[in-house]
């Protein structure tokens, strides 16, 4: 059994080289990823009862970055003193990642691996999936791995796509076909998840829910925002029981 979808991995692939680009494909993300780093710091600080007086206050935390591409969510949390494992079933994304990070000298452990091909169970206080289930081959699978790969009382944070009407005109029609931010057939609508049905999934495997919020983007500022619309873009941090 495997999470791995070829077709989905490929997608990310044949972009590879555009990863650090800010101006590239992946704009999108570094659009993306400041809400993404404020949100996750300030649930990972609340919960741990860490003060950012320091700037490597994560110190001492493991963290696996699932899906993690070319880095821009490892490199941050790197940055912060975390440990951080980054995996991709992607080679040429792991290589892309693992060049920027040399480059900007920071010792990130990247694997070229699926979660399920990980054995070191229990080993990590945080697991990111950030933008992933919606591409997983299959997702039960690809959450029953992270539970055994997270600590008991470890943190885990899930973002993904609502599939809603709503999120099938701005994610797809408007961000593939009109904006053009992203290339035609990134997203499958069918593979997004009503954030009830991956709350059920995480509640079924013993998975506490912290908190869920919407990230929301503001086109009259070009930023994005957090919001209670749950409709298009949302989060779920839970901890493992």
Same mark, same amino acid.
Request: net charge positive; charged share 25%; with cysteine.
């Given at each position: 059994?495997?999470?791995?979808?070829?077709?989905?991995?490929?997608?990310?692939?044949?972009?590879?080289?555009?990863?650090?680009?800010?101006?590239?494909?992946?704009?999108?993300?570094?659009?993306?990823?400041?809400?993404?780093?404020?949100?996750?710091?300030?649930?990972?600080?609340?919960?741990?009862?860490?003060?950012?007086?320091?700037?490597?206050?994560?110190? +001492?935390?493991?963290?696996?970055?699932?899906?993690?591409?070319?880095? =821009?969510? @490892?490199?941050?949390? $790197?940055?912060? %003193? /975390?440990?951080?494992?980054?995996?991709?079933?992607?080679?040429?994304?792991?290589?892309?990642?693992?060049?920027?990070?040399?480059?900007?000298?920071?010792?990130?452990?990247?694997?070229?691996?699926?979660?399920?091909?990980?054995?070191?169970?229990?080993?990590?206080?945080?697991?990111?999936?950030?933008?992933?289930?919606?591409?997983?081959?299959?997702?039960?699978?690809?959450?029953?791995?992270?539970?055994?790969?997270?600590?008991? +009382?470890?943190?885990?944070?899930?973002?993904?796509?609502?599939?809603? =009407?709503? @999120?099938?005109?701005? $994610?797809?029609? %408007? /961000?593939?076909?009109?904006?053009?931010?992203?290339?035609?057939?990134?997203?499958?609508?069918?593979?997004?998840?009503?954030?009830?049905?991956?709350?059920?999934?995480?509640?079924?495997?013993?998975?506490?829910?912290?908190?869920?919020?919407?990230?929301?983007?503001?086109?009259?500022?070009?930023?994005?925002?957090?919001?209670?619309?749950?409709?298009?873009?949302?989060?779920?941090?839970?901890?493992?029981?």
């Amino acid at each position: 059994m495997t999470t791995i979808n070829k077709e989905e991995i490929q997608k990310f692939s044949n972009l590879a080289e555009e990863w650090w680009d800010v101006k590239g494909k992946f704009k999108p993300l570094h659009m993306f990823n400041p809400i993404r780093i404020q949100y996750i710091s300030e649930r990972i600080k609340e919960y741990f009862k860490l003060t950012d007086k320091d700037k490597n206050y994560l110190n +001492g935390l493991k963290i696996l970055d699932i899906g993690c591409g070319g880095g =821009l969510i @490892s490199e941050p949390m $790197a940055r912060l %003193g /975390a440990t951080v494992t980054g995996i991709d079933a992607s080679e040429k994304n792991i290589k892309v990642a693992s060049v920027h990070s040399k480059k900007s000298n920071l010792n990130i452990n990247y694997q070229h691996k699926s979660p399920e091909q990980l054995t070191n169970y229990e080993s990590y206080d945080i697991i990111l999936n950030l933008e992933i289930v919606e591409h997983v081959n299959d997702v039960n699978l690809y959450l029953e791995t992270c539970h055994k790969l997270l600590k008991k +009382g470890g943190l885990m944070f899930t973002a993904t796509l609502n599939r809603t =009407l709503t @999120s099938y005109i701005k $994610a797809i029609i %408007g /961000a593939e076909y009109i904006l053009r931010w992203l290339p035609i057939g990134t997203h499958d609508w069918n593979k997004f998840i009503k954030p009830e049905e991956l709350e059920k999934k995480l509640v079924d495997l013993k998975f506490n829910t912290v908190d869920i919020k919407g990230l929301e983007f503001n086109p009259l500022n070009s930023k994005w925002n957090k919001t209670d619309n749950l409709s298009v873009n949302y989060i779920i941090c839970s901890y493992k029981n």
